[in-house]
């Protein structure tokens, strides 16, 4: 199983379950992987052969086709403020690695793979690729990706920040468990607000984003976890935050 994702089927589970995952209150963290060898190879070659076959493709329906295809999937990702950790069992190539960079936290087993790799089957990114990449890796690098293809492997990708751990493949989930809970323990109003922050920041100006983070920061104040955190604090102890 190689886990494509360019299917209309497998696009709407995987949006339905963000949009499920974003509107559970009692969710703090998630994490993403990949089922059998590989996280995710991206698009389904032989059904995007039968799709834009030049005999037969229609150029001005393909917009239709990636805009309620795939491209729905990073806007949904856009939208979620839990926080989201991709664990790389695999390959992760092309929309697969792009998927990964949709998660803001990404660790890989020593045995994963990835490719910016549209290129190679002459096309370009369709699903946010060239937006998501340079943010992750910075421009030069995404370049570098982008136009060769090539294959990195995990070391290679620990060394570019495109992760931020690599470990033995049987150890994967247990450390991607571990780093959810690191994350689980905090408050999660300020930990959906601080990710809201994040995601912002990545478009906005200085001056629009000291503003949102003056506004969440004055809901933050109010929060029952807030006065928590701050009477543990003094009083020497762990706190007991309960999401109020």
Request: glycine letters at 6%; proline letters at 5%; charged letters at 25%.
């Amino acid at each position: 199983m190689r886990n494509p994702i360019s299917e209309r089927e497998t696009v709407d589970a995987l949006v339905a379950a963000i949009e499920r995952l974003n509107q559970d209150s009692t969710a703090r963290v998630a994490i993403l992987t990949g089922a059998g060898s590989a996280f995710s190879s991206g698009g389904d070659l032989r059904a995007m052969q039968k799709a834009f076959d030049v005999r037969s493709a229609k150029p001005s329906l393909t917009p239709h086709y990636y805009k309620f295809g795939i491209q729905r999937i990073p806007l949904a990702f856009e939208k979620l403020d839990v926080p989201i950790i991709a664990a790389v069992n695999g390959a992760a190539i092309g929309a697969g690695l792009d998927l990964a960079c949709m998660c803001d936290m990404r660790i890989a087993a020593e045995s994963a793979r990835f490719a910016e790799s549209f290129v190679k089957v002459g096309i370009v990114p369709g699903d946010g690729g060239a937006w998501l990449l340079p943010r992750v890796v910075g421009y030069s690098k995404a370049c570098e990706m982008v136009f060769t293809g090539d294959t990195l492997n995990a070391a290679e990708a620990l060394a570019c920040g495109l992760v931020s751990r690599v470990v033995p493949d049987e150890q994967l989930l247990a450390a991607a468990k571990a780093l959810a809970e690191r994350v689980a323990v905090n408050p999660p109003h300020a930990v959906r607000m601080a990710k809201r922050l994040l995601i912002e920041g990545r478009h906005s100006r200085l001056d629009t984003l000291l503003e949102l983070s003056a506004s969440l920061q004055s809901l933050a104040h109010a929060t029952a976890d807030h006065r928590e955190a701050v009477n543990a604090f003094l009083e020497k102890r762990k706190p007991d935050f309960t999401g109020d």
